[in-house]
């Protein structure tokens, strides 16, 4: 039995910018709210995470658009740390989602989060032959 090709959830956004970051986390935070495809048991083994995430996401927004309204210092650095605490919140929840995936792959394509396909399949090549052997249709040899 061969089994599609399963998705995994890029964690490229450790390393966005903060910008990028919060185009990111504004995609997520839709996603992730009141999502169908995402079934409540999925949050049951950490039924907090969720909650936890959105609240820190709307801060993030806030502090995200004073820092560019204003470019206070305090602003600016208040955004750095929710930034982190918000990556270490998306790893768990994108682990958390992975394992959900198993069962149901909408799941993570309904996450919001970046997909990358794994590619594990067995490559069949044909052995290579020489210039010589190879012999087109219709083609004569000479003597």
């Avoid at 929840?93 to 993570?108: F, K, M, Y």
């Avoid at 970046?114 to 190879?134: C, F, N, T, V, W």
Wanted: net charge positive.
């Amino acid at each position: 039995m061969v089994r599609p090709p399963q998705s995994r959830i890029l964690r490229n956004y450790r390393s966005k910018t903060p910008s990028q970051f919060y185009t990111l986390l504004l995609r997520v935070w839709k996603c992730l709210t009141d999502n169908p495809h995402i079934p409540v048991s999925v949050w049951a083994a950490n039924p907090e995470l969720l909650s936890l995430f959105l609240a820190l996401a709307a801060k993030y927004h806030e502090v995200f658009q004073r820092a560019a309204s204003y470019a206070s210092k305090l602003d600016i650095a208040e955004r750095d740390v929710i930034q982190a605490q918000l990556i270490a919140y998306m790893d768990e929840i994108a682990s958390v989602l992975e394992a959900a995936a198993v069962r149901n792959p909408e799941v993570l394509i309904t996450s919001g989060f970046d997909l990358a396909k794994e590619r594990r399949g067995i490559r069949a090549s044909a052995p290579q032959a020489s210039s010589e052997d190879a012999k087109v249709p219709g083609e004569q040899t000479q003597s």
